[in-house]
């Protein structure tokens, strides 16, 4: 059973940058792996995603040209450079594990995805 944890979330001013991690306990090339976010009172949200191939990334619109995983990715972290960061992405971030989706499928349903990591809390504020 794969662990996740995440790290690298912290404060930062709106404009500003941050790097998510996801490290897993085996081979994070081996699962689709997507990014989630949530804020007190709402559902979880999802962010954008890799295919277990590496060949396909996918972003919800409000994150994309400023978030951006890499295609190459260690063999057990997943990233997620972030960039322009504004107020609207103060949340919990979250990665996830998608054992079941083929090999260049991103699934964007939190239903799909069965191991989490507990989260890192991002705060863009000034």
């Known amino acids: 059973q794969v662990q996740l944890v995440e790290s690298g979330g912290g404060l930062v001013q709106p404009g500003g940058s941050l790097r998510l991690s996801c490290t897993a306990s085996?081979?994070?090339?081996?699962?689709?792996m997507g990014w989630f976010r949530q804020v007190p009172g709402k559902e979880r949200d999802f962010v954008g995603g890799?295919?277990?191939?590496?060949?396909?990334?996918q972003y919800v619109d409000s994150v994309k040209g400023r978030f951006t995983i890499p295609s190459d990715n260690a063999v057990n972290t997943v990233y997620l450079p972030m960039n322009s960061l504004k107020a609207e992405d103060t949340a919990v971030y979250y990665c996830?594990?998608?054992?079941?989706?083929?090999?260049?499928?991103?699934?964007?349903?939190?239903?799909?995805?069965?191991?989490w990591g507990r989260g890192t809390q991002i705060t863009v504020s000034s």
């Open positions: 996830a594990a998608n054992t079941a989706s083929p090999a260049e499928v991103i699934d964007g349903r939190i239903q799909t995805y069965t191991h």
């Open positions: 085996g081979r994070a090339s081996d699962y689709a």
């Open positions: 890799i295919s277990r191939a590496g060949t396909v990334r």
